[in-house]
């Protein structure tokens, strides 16, 4: 299985301020047409998770710009620009270029 | 957009069947999948299906217990759970995945004597 690892797992963030999640894959995520399966989830308390960034940067329809993915191969990072209050919570990546799916272990944001 | 059903309290060994209902994007367009997230854990990919249930697809561990099927003139998906065990508890969330991502509200099932 492709394993994804996240780091860091606690992330405490100053309203305002940026915040950068790293996600590490275990296999290459560049499929034989040359697509990056790679998301980005953001799951509030009690909610259920939502998806942020697909193919590694393509952000989803009503997210707002201060989210942004970007990596490649086996590496890649979320950054939220600005942080605001409603941004806490666990970020997890997905990967689906391989079976099984796997998730990362999660991020916790929370504010300082 | 995804509403469930089905969850519940069962036995160790007995059967549970999940269902999702889609509406406000094209069902019949989308893999269907099924996620689960234990008590206190992460999210766990457990099966999907293809837009014409031509492939299915499940994780190792629930492989010949679990299966999966969708009837896109109900826009509807279904997860048959057997032989379920205690490491089955957690919430499952039915997913479509496509152009945008859509999440149902999470059914807790639990699996306990």
């Known amino acids: 299985d492709a394993v994804l690892t996240q780091s860091p797992l606690s992330l405490p963030v100053t309203l305002g301020q940026s915040a950068s999640i790293s996600c590490r894959s275990s296999q290459s995520l560049i499929t034989s047409d040359g697509n990056t399966l790679l998301a980005w989830f953001h799951q509030r308390p009690g909610q259920s998770p939502r998806r942020l960034i697909d193919l590694v940067s393509k952000g989803d329809s009503g997210v707002p710009d201060r989210f942004s993915g970007s990596g490649s191969g086996t590496d890649f990072t979320l950054k939220i620009s600005r942080v605001e209050a409603e941004d806490v919570g666990l970020y997890y990546c997905m990967q689906y270029t391989h079976w099984p799916h796997t998730f990362g272990q999660g991020t916790k944001l929370e504010i300082k | 957009q995804l509403v469930g059903s089905g969850g519940g309290l069962v036995q160790p060994g007995e059967s549970l069947r999940l269902s999702c209902a889609g509406s406000g994007f094209t069902f019949n367009k989308y893999w269907m999948n099924w996620v689960r997230q234990a008590p206190g854990k992460g999210l766990e990919w457990v099966a999907n299906i293809n837009p014409d249930a031509t492939t299915r697809r499940f994780v190792d561990s629930v492989k010949g217990r679990f299966t999966v099927s969708r009837d896109n003139a109900k826009n509807s998906l279904y997860l048959q759970m057997n032989r379920l065990t205690v490491e089955d508890t957690a919430v499952y969330y039915c997913?479509?995945?496509?152009?945008?991502?859509?999440w149902g509200q999470g059914m807790l099932v639990t699996v306990s004597s």
């Open positions: 997913l479509a995945w496509g152009d945008g991502a859509y």
